[in-house]
């Protein structure tokens, strides 16, 4: 059997322009970057720079005007709109800042969403989802409603959402945008676990000291990559 290619993202001279009116607006300026399997990388940049825009492309969420876009070695805009569905459903989970839980289910069918969609039975979607939520050290809280949370717990059962599916690729966008420093941090460690168990993370932020827990940071601005610098192992 060959081994995986290394290359979970591939990205050559991707542009996102937006007619708002008469006028073009120019979200994404050439933007070429790769990230390999395992990677835990941070893009950062100041509000208005295109960094949610490139997590949206990345995400599969929406499409870039031009430039290619390799996701595990397939050509993003020759899927189909099924094709489409399945890697957001299966090759990525997405992390965020608000938690987007439903309000009225318990932690585990929260979890058990993703798998319901991809038309899983029964009994494998909620081994699944406890096995997820055991991940995210949150076994003892798993029949409770978000409202019986706290903001940290929900970002966990969000996360655990998130992995449910065994994704290859972990999106998240301010995952600790509506958290305490305190809490924050935690969610921050529980995304180091993850990372040591193989997933690569991808990770929004305009927060310096939340950047600095990656591998790796790509300051965006103005729609173009300005920096791309290591600082960790």
């Known amino acids: 059997m060959s081994e995986p290619d290394p290359v979970v993202i591939l990205v050559e001279d991707l542009w996102k322009v937006y007619q708002l009116d008469e006028q073009k607006v120019e979200a994404l300026r050439g933007v070429s970057l790769t990230v390999e399997r395992n990677e835990f990388v941070a893009i950062m940049g100041p509000s208005g720079s295109g960094k949610s825009t490139l997590m949206n492309l990345i995400g599969?969420?929406?499409t870039p005007t031009s430039g290619t876009y390799r996701l595990n070695g397939k050509v993003v805009s020759a899927m189909t709109e099924d094709e489409l569905a399945?890697?957001?459903?299966?090759?990525?989970g997405?992390?965020?800042?608000?938690?987007?839980?439903?309000?009225?289910?318990t932690a585990l069918h929260n979890v058990e969403l993703p798998l319901i969609y991809a038309g899983a039975k029964k009994a494998a979607r909620l081994e699944k989802a406890r096995r997820a939520l055991e991940r995210v050290e949150m076994k003892a809280r798993m029949s409770h409603k978000p409202?019986?949370?706290?903001?940290?717990?929900?970002?966990?059962?969000?996360?655990?959402?998130a992995l449910v599916n065994e994704p290859s690729l972990l999106l998240a966008d301010e995952p600790t945008g509506n958290l305490?420093?305190?809490?924050?941090?935690?969610?921050?460690?529980?995304?180091?676990?993850?990372?040591?168990?193989?997933?690569?993370?991808?990770?929004?932020?305009?927060?310096?000291?939340?950047?600095a827990q990656a591998q790796r940071i790509i300051h965006i601005r103005d729609g173009r990559i300005e920096k791309d610098e290591r600082i960790g192992g």
């Open 60 to 62: 599969c969420l929406d």
């Open 147 to 161: 409202a019986e949370l706290s903001g940290g717990e929900r970002q966990r059962v969000a996360v655990a959402r």
């Open 86 to 92: 399945f890697v957001r459903n299966h090759e990525i």
């Open 180 to 211: 305490d420093s305190r809490t924050g941090r935690e969610i921050l460690n529980l995304f180091h676990r993850i990372h040591e168990q193989g997933n690569t993370i991808i990770m929004v932020t305009h927060d310096r000291e939340v950047a």
């Open 94 to 105: 997405f992390v965020f800042q608000v938690f987007n839980l439903l309000p009225r289910a």
